[in-house]
T-cell receptor
Framework: DAGVIQSPRHEVTEMGQEVTLRCKPISGHDYLFWYRQTMMRGLELLIYFNNNVPIDDSGMPEDRFSAKMPNASFSTLKIQPSEPRDSAVYFC??????????????FGPGTRLLVL | QQPVQSPQAVILREGEDAVINCSSSKALYSVHWYRQKHGEAPVFLMILLKGGEQKGHEKISASFNEKKQQSSLYLTASQLSYSGTYFCGTVNDYKLSFGAGTTVTVRA
């Protein structure tokens, strides 16, 4: 299996621009998670989906952030407009389920975002 | 809700042992352990489910004491490849919360 795929791997943009991060989960995994990692705040869960439906978006920092999952093999995280404090590594992860061994999450390589 | 890890960092020589602790103020259903190397994604090591079982991965093992709401990760006879940041994760309301991490440096 190819594992979780994310693109782009690196993104440099200017404040105010729209940024779109993409994720392809492991085939057959019903759950998809978006995380943000910074030195100050560590690894934070932003939102997660079950069968393409957003279940919990309480971690999304503000309205500038939005996430979609139009089908089982694709999700996007969009920041509009971007700000320098959004600079972080954004990880996508997927899992089979939310109980027992199925709750194991597999992480993608991450997108390193720098907003100037 | 974020679990608390200790120590923050540890430096070892090859062959030495170390213990990383993870504790939670809430009742634990499961504990996850991940390792992240610099510039890479977190990699799953093991999951411990309610029941106090102990698991192992190479010479890395972990225990889970649900009564004390804590888990410990044991690095035995450490190798250079064990260097990285270790995170524990605890599940509440179906959401995985990660500790701040313990940075392990293994020197030759």
């Amino acid at each position: 299996d190819a594992g979780v795929i994310q693109s782009p791997r690196h993104e440099v943009t200017e404040m105010g621009q729209e940024v779109t991060l993409r994720c392809k989960p492991i085939s057959g995994h019903d759950y998809l998670f978006w995380y943000r990692q910074t030195m100050m705040r560590g690894l934070e869960l932003l939102i997660y989906f079950n069968n393409n439906v957003p279940i919990d978006d309480s971690g999304m920092p503000e309205d500038r952030f939005s996430a979609k999952m139009p089908n089982a093999s694709f999700s996007t995280l969009k920041i509009q407009p971007s700000e320098p404090r959004d600079s972080a590594v954004y990880f996508c992860a997927s899992s089979l389920g939310l109980a027992g061994d199925q709750e194991t999450q597999y992480f993608g390589p991450g997108t390193r975002l720098l907003v100037l | 809700q974020q679990p608390v890890q200790s120590p923050q960092a540890v430096i070892l020589r090859e062959g030495e042992d170390a213990v990383i602790n993870c504790s939670s103020s809430k009742a634990l259903y499961s504990v996850h352990w991940y390792r992240q190397k610099h510039g890479e994604a977190p990699v799953f090591l093991m999951i411990l489910l309610k029941g106090g079982e102990q698991k192992g991965h190479e010479k890395i093992s972990a225990s889970f004491n649900e009564k004390k709401q804590q888990s410990s990760l044991y690095l035995t006879a450490s190798q250079l490849s064990y260097s990285g940041t270790y995170f524990c994760g605890t599940v509440n309301d179906y959401k995985l919360s990660f500790g701040a991490g313990t940075t392990v440096t293994v020197r030759a």
